[in-house]
Nanobody, 122 residues
Framework: QVQLVESGGGLVQAGGSLRLSCTVSGRTFSNFVMGWFRQAPGKEREFVAAISRPGGRTTYADSVKGRFTISRVNARNTVYLQMDSLKPEDTAVYYC???????????????WGQGTQVTVSS
Protein backbone atom coordinates (compact mmCIF):
# COMPACT_ATOMS: atom_id res chain seq x y z
CA GLN A 1 0.00 0.00 0.00
CA VAL A 2 1.40 3.35 -1.05
CA GLN A 3 1.23 6.14 1.51
CA LEU A 4 2.04 9.81 0.96
CA VAL A 5 2.38 12.18 3.90
CA GLU A 6 2.71 15.93 3.39
CA SER A 7 4.08 18.42 5.89
CA GLY A 8 5.26 22.01 6.03
CA GLY A 9 2.07 23.97 5.48
CA GLY A 10 1.10 26.95 7.61
CA LEU A 11 0.31 30.63 7.73
CA VAL A 12 2.67 33.11 6.10
CA GLN A 13 2.52 36.74 5.06
CA ALA A 14 2.51 37.74 1.41
CA GLY A 15 6.04 37.75 0.04
CA GLY A 16 7.13 35.04 2.44
CA SER A 17 8.27 31.47 1.84
CA LEU A 18 7.31 27.95 2.83
CA ARG A 19 8.73 24.55 1.98
CA LEU A 20 6.40 21.59 1.69
CA SER A 21 7.62 18.02 2.01
CA CYS A 22 5.99 14.77 0.98
CA THR A 23 7.36 11.40 2.04
CA VAL A 24 6.32 8.23 0.25
CA SER A 25 6.28 4.70 1.66
CA GLY A 26 5.06 1.31 0.53
CA ARG A 27 6.56 1.28 -2.93
CA THR A 28 9.89 2.16 -4.57
CA PHE A 29 9.88 5.97 -4.60
CA SER A 30 12.17 6.27 -7.60
CA ASN A 31 9.56 4.50 -9.76
CA PHE A 32 7.14 7.40 -9.38
CA VAL A 33 6.72 10.71 -11.09
CA MET A 34 5.74 13.13 -8.33
CA GLY A 35 3.33 16.02 -8.58
CA TRP A 36 2.06 18.84 -6.41
CA PHE A 37 -1.51 20.07 -6.73
CA ARG A 38 -3.66 22.54 -4.83
CA GLN A 39 -7.31 23.17 -4.20
CA ALA A 40 -8.78 26.43 -2.96
CA PRO A 41 -12.30 26.62 -1.47
CA GLY A 42 -14.94 26.41 -4.17
CA LYS A 43 -12.41 25.64 -6.89
CA GLU A 44 -11.26 22.53 -8.67
CA ARG A 45 -7.98 20.87 -7.84
CA GLU A 46 -5.26 22.29 -10.06
CA PHE A 47 -1.79 21.28 -11.13
CA VAL A 48 1.15 23.11 -9.54
CA ALA A 49 4.33 21.22 -10.43
CA ALA A 50 5.68 17.82 -11.46
CA ILE A 51 9.09 16.18 -11.42
CA SER A 52 10.32 13.13 -13.31
CA ARG A 53 11.58 9.97 -11.66
CA PRO A 54 15.29 10.81 -11.76
CA GLY A 55 14.45 14.50 -11.22
CA GLY A 56 15.88 15.94 -14.41
CA ARG A 57 12.59 17.14 -15.86
CA THR A 58 10.20 19.56 -14.17
CA THR A 59 6.99 21.26 -15.22
CA TYR A 60 5.22 24.19 -13.55
CA ALA A 61 1.87 25.87 -13.80
CA ASP A 62 2.20 29.37 -15.28
CA SER A 63 0.83 30.85 -12.06
CA VAL A 64 3.80 29.59 -10.00
CA LYS A 65 6.61 29.61 -12.55
CA GLY A 66 9.63 31.49 -11.23
CA ARG A 67 8.35 31.41 -7.64
CA PHE A 68 8.00 27.69 -6.81
CA THR A 69 10.62 24.95 -7.14
CA ILE A 70 9.95 21.23 -7.06
CA SER A 71 12.75 18.84 -6.16
CA ARG A 72 13.22 15.30 -4.92
CA VAL A 73 15.71 13.23 -2.96
CA ASN A 74 15.17 9.61 -3.91
CA ALA A 75 17.37 8.36 -1.08
CA ARG A 76 14.93 10.00 1.36
CA ASN A 77 11.75 9.00 -0.50
CA THR A 78 10.81 12.66 -0.37
CA VAL A 79 9.66 15.35 -2.77
CA TYR A 80 9.74 19.04 -1.88
CA LEU A 81 7.97 22.18 -3.01
CA GLN A 82 9.85 25.37 -2.20
CA MET A 83 7.41 28.27 -2.40
CA ASP A 84 8.81 31.80 -2.50
CA SER A 85 7.21 35.20 -3.06
CA LEU A 86 3.91 33.80 -1.88
CA LYS A 87 0.70 35.61 -2.77
CA PRO A 88 -2.74 35.50 -1.14
CA GLU A 89 -4.03 33.68 -4.22
CA ASP A 90 -1.67 30.80 -3.39
CA THR A 91 -3.87 30.00 -0.39
CA ALA A 92 -5.13 26.44 -0.76
CA VAL A 93 -4.79 22.89 0.47
CA TYR A 94 -1.69 21.47 -1.19
CA TYR A 95 -1.52 17.79 -2.13
CA CYS A 96 1.31 15.64 -3.35
CA UNK A 97 0.58 12.79 -5.73
CA UNK A 98 2.47 9.90 -7.30
CA UNK A 99 2.10 8.11 -10.62
CA UNK A 100 4.29 5.99 -12.88
CA UNK A 101 3.63 8.34 -15.81
CA UNK A 102 4.68 11.95 -16.37
CA UNK A 103 1.32 13.75 -16.38
CA UNK A 104 -0.18 17.00 -15.13
CA UNK A 105 -3.85 16.02 -15.08
CA UNK A 106 -4.83 15.45 -11.43
CA UNK A 107 -7.50 12.86 -12.23
CA UNK A 108 -4.83 10.61 -13.75
CA UNK A 109 -2.67 10.33 -10.64
CA UNK A 110 -2.94 7.03 -8.78
CA UNK A 111 -1.83 7.95 -5.27
CA TRP A 112 -2.51 11.00 -3.10
CA GLY A 113 -1.54 12.44 0.23
CA GLN A 114 -4.00 13.90 2.72
CA GLY A 115 -3.11 17.52 1.99
CA THR A 116 -1.59 20.37 3.97
CA GLN A 117 -3.08 23.83 4.35
CA VAL A 118 -1.18 26.86 3.11
CA THR A 119 -2.60 30.27 4.00
CA VAL A 120 -1.04 33.49 2.73
CA SER A 121 -2.20 36.68 4.40
CA SER A 122 -2.13 40.05 2.67
Amino acid sequence: QVQLVESGGGLVQAGGSLRLSCTVSGRTFSNFVMGWFRQAPGKEREFVAAISRPGGRTTYADSVKGRFTISRVNARNTVYLQMDSLKPEDTAVYYCAADPDYITEPRAYDYWGQGTQVTVSS
